[in-house]
């Protein structure tokens, strides 16, 4: 009986005593805390801890200064906003840019081309024979001017002039094949690469009195055989004038 009334009062004991443990430990962490701020406020007081503080050091919040600095003024936009023509200039911008270099392209790429033509060209022209230019030899000029001179002497001038053109264009056929072909005209005849410059003009002023005759029922006079005939003799006989000049001259020095 003795041991349960002990027992008991040592249970009633260990409640108060935790009842009682909550409330003497906050007492006792407030005690603590004030003799830590008496001791800090002290320290603060104490002039021992009193400093400046650079002015270099920040005191301040950033937030603090956004809060006090003034809202900046809004931006007048003006009459006509032209912001929107920005995207605009940039393709553009870069278009131009795109052109430029196309073109440059092309300069070079033309350039070039127009290189190796010319190259091509010359190597067809260094490949290509010089063919002396047509004259016909003395003999066969002078059987030709006896002949025409006959149609004139029988007052035919147009067939006169035409035999001087037409027995030449033959001569050219014999001498220089394969230059002269039949669909050719007259005119066409006294373009002939390999016709001298003299004999050029005479066949494109004989061949318009063929054509001012045969073509163009036109009636020529002697006067018009005589041209035609002094144009013939000196391109035909231009070789043979020229030995002479040279002969003389060579015998006067």
Same mark, same amino acid.
């Given at each position: 009986m003795f041991g349960v009334k002990r027992l008991f009062i040592l249970a009633v004991f260990a409640v108060s005593f935790t009842l009682a443990l909550p409330t003497y430990a906050q007492e006792f962490n407030t005690q603590e805390?004030?003799?830590?701020?008496? *001791?800090? !406020? #002290?320290?603060?007081? =104490?002039?021992?801890?009193?400093?400046?503080?650079?002015?270099?050091?920040?005191?301040?919040l950033p937030q603090d200064k956004a809060k006090l600095a003034p809202k900046p003024k809004p931006v007048k936009k003006p009459l006509f906003d032209l912001g929107f023509l920005g995207p605009i200039f940039q393709l553009i911008f870069y278009g131009l840019l795109a052109l430029a270099v196309v073109y440059i392209l092309y300069l070079i790429l033309n350039t070039i081309i127009a290189t190796r033509r010319s190259t091509?060209?010359? *190597?067809? !022209? #260094?490949?290509?024979? =010089?063919?002396?230019?047509?004259?016909?030899?003395?003999?066969?000029?002078?059987?030709?001017?006896?002949?025409?001179?006959?149609?004139?002497?029988?007052g035919k001038f147009a067939e006169a002039v035409h035999i001087l053109l037409f027995r030449s264009i033959q001569d050219i056929e014999d001498k220089r094949p394969?230059?002269?072909?039949?669909?050719?005209?007259?005119?066409e005849i006294?373009?002939?690469s390999i016709l001298s410059p003299k004999a050029r003009n005479v066949f494109s002023q004989i061949g318009k009195l063929v054509e001012?005759?045969?073509?163009?029922?036109?009636?020529?006079?002697?006067?018009?055989?005589?041209?035609?005939?002094a144009a013939y003799k000196a391109f035909a006989f231009e070789n043979?004038?020229?030995?002479?000049?040279?002969?003389?001259?060579?015998t006067r020095r």
């Open positions: 805390l004030d003799t830590q701020e008496t *001791d800090v !406020t #002290a320290s603060v007081l =104490d002039p021992k801890f009193k400093f400046e503080i650079p002015p270099e050091y920040q005191t301040e091509v060209n010359a *190597d067809k !022209t #260094a490949e290509t024979p =010089d063919i002396p230019a047509y004259q016909p030899d003395a003999e066969t000029a002078r059987v030709l001017i006896d002949d025409a001179d006959s149609l004139a002497a029988q394969h230059h002269v072909k039949r669909s050719l005209t007259s005119r006294a373009s002939l001012k005759s045969f073509f163009g029922g036109g009636l020529l006079s002697m006067e018009d055989y005589e041209l035609s005939k043979v004038t020229q030995s002479k000049t040279v002969r003389s001259t060579r």
